[in-house]
């Protein structure tokens, strides 16, 4: 019997592959609004990933869609594109991308897609579901009635763009997030290296957006003007995924989770108010030296933080104050390495190699920087090597330089390549910055093997669990962890 036609079947698709094995998050955020506020009877959605789903292209013939929502990041968009085309002969129904990467290059549309989303989806994927329910498909002259879409008047046309939604604001009015629409092994108990523990992450976004301009993110201009949960709000959501998944560590995935020690006492107090605080056995969140005192470190040790992720990216005075717009320091850096030894707190970071104007001397005061890290108990740093990514000054540079096209190999911007470094500067050798790269990671491999050492003694039992439940994951983990970091 066919379907009636307002009520349409939306699958939503990611092929991202990370080191840690997460939900897909934006798709559980679009998916609950188009239940919660567009009305789509949960049945007909399903969420499909590339961790969970084995064949992704047999799940999707067997679920039936009418509509398909892809996302992608910049260096999967290759791959999203060649998935599209695969199953594109059988099923002629829209196709939409959405995510970082069509959002800050929207010219780059391939012709694949029918319309791609600009910016936060919720809103514009709800619009293009009841213009879908009304048209029975997604014609150029019913998206050119939408906001925060890009698509193309006719198949041979150039990409147009239609004017930008106002962000979402108080984001207080979003649905909590329900991760029942993603497969349950996201949530089975996992190692948490850092804690030396196993748990189940709760992921949170108290925050959308970041208040800074760096000139290799595009954070900022993806989400717009930052914009924050209230404590309440982000307490509710925390209790719910506590409540529903039986989480004990909480994962905030802000941005910036330390804009001020007032609002972490705040979120604290809030989780007291609501019965959830002792039920949470860590948090993990990112913050920015330039904000680290003992007040905050203080705030962060009640709210249970057990390590916290720095953006260091360079050990070179010069090209740091270039890379974080003047914002941030080494000697910043140092000092907040220092600050959360003196308050217990494992310190997390990253570092960045192949910068606009770095030099190989640059590059080496970053591995003195590794030294001092380590020597002050850095408990774990990766590195990898700087990318253009759209909608940043870095990839201004790259195109300046003919290095980066609308058009181009998407893998190029693996971060994790030094071999095959998309470098923007030409007078770089690439077997001296091959050298010194892994002169840095040589380094850091030895904290990731002290790390995973230290977990292993702690969990001997719980590892094996964990091995047995599923040994290709575990084991493709650690290789990964300890060489691609």
Known sequence: MPRPANEPRVALVSLQRDTQRAPPIGLVYLATYLRERAGLPGANL?????????????TLRAFQPDLIGFTAMSVSYGDTIRF????????????????????????????????????????????????????????????QQIQSVVYRPAPDAAPVTTPRRDPIKPLDDLPFPDFSLVHPGFFAPEEIPAAADIGVRAYVLSSRGCPYRCTFCSTARFWGKMRYHSPDYTARLTKHLVEQLGADYLWTLDDLFTVSPKRVREIREALERHGVYDRIKGTVCTVRANHMSDALCEELKRIKVTFVNFGFESGAERIL???????????????????????????????????????????????????FAIAHGARNIWSFVAAPYPGTPFWDIARQRGKVSNQMDWRRLDCHRPEDALLLDDHIDRAEFARVFHAGRRKLRRLKIRLIGDFLRRNPRLFLQLLAREPGHYLRSALTWITRQ
């Not at 270039?322 to 970071?349: D, M, P, T």
Request: aromatic residues 6%; negative net charge; contains cysteine.
């Open 46 to 58: 399903k969420i499909i990933e590339s961790y969970f789903d084995q064949d992704m292209a047999a």
């Open 321 to 371: 104050q270039e890379l974080k717009a003047g914002s941030v320091s080494v000697a910043q850096n140092r000092h907040a390495i220092e600050l959360c030894a003196r308050h217990g707190i494992r310190v997390y970071g990253s570092l960045m190699y192949g910068s606009p104007g770095e030099t190989l001397a640059d590059m080496r005061q970053t591995n003195a920087f590794i030294d």
């Open 84 to 143: 599209a085309r695969r199953i594109r002969p059988e099923m002629p129904i829209p196709f939409l991308i959405g995510g970082v990467h069509i959002s800050t290059l929207p010219e780059s549309l391939d012709p694949v897609f029918d319309a791609g989303i600009l910016g936060e989806g919720e809103a514009t994927l709800a619009e293009l579901l009841d213009a879908w329910r009304a048209h029975g498909g997604l014609p150029p002259e019913v998206l």
